[in-house]
């Protein structure tokens, strides 16, 4: 791809991604941000949109995309009926064993997708080497991506 461009077919520009630090040059391959996506994107070159959930949208006790979490429900040590109904954050730190924004992920072996998942509302997986677990981000901890899988977080 020539500078200020990427995807596969060199067609996409660099300058109109919806990263915070947006500028002209970004990977060729993917377009991966040098930071954070603007609020309301997400993804490696930050063209996916979020779903915008008003915080009117849900009830008492309910969050998430579709409504359908319960805030009383979550990990949370400080766990309350109230809480985002956007992402279902908690107001403090989650029980011991669970992590995440609303502490929904579990550590036990008996959840296949711990470690996996990412982004916002961790609707992302990643597709790490042997199986290892992603940060935050969605890059992977160690030794890069499974056998068919590429890019920053390994979703291509």
């Known amino acids: 791809c020539d500078d200020g461009f990427y995807g596969e077919n060199c067609n996409k520009k ?26 309301g994107y997400s993804g490696i070159d930050c063209s996916q949109t979020m779903p915008v959930v008003p915080d009117q949208k849900c ?4 969050y998430g995309i579709n409504c359908n979490k319960k805030c009383s429900e979550r990990n949370c040590i400080n766990n309350s009926t109230v809480c985002s109904k956007v992402d279902g954050s908690c107001n403090g730190e989650c029980l011991d064993g669970y992590s995440g924004i609303d502490c929904s992920r579990s550590s036990s072996a008996s959840n296949p997708n711990n470690g996996k998942q990412f982004g916002y509302l961790e609707l992302f997986t990643c597709h790490c080497t042997n199986d290892n677990d992603c940060n935050t981000d969605g890059s992977c901890q160690s030794n890069g991506c499974a056998t068919g899988w590429y890019g920053s977080t390994c979703q291509k």
């Open 14 to 39: 660099c300058s109109e991604r919806n990263c915070i630090n947006n500028s002209t040059v970004c990977s060729k391959v993917d377009g991966s941000c040098n930071g954070e996506c603007l609020d």
């Open 59 to 62: 009830g008492d006790d309910f």
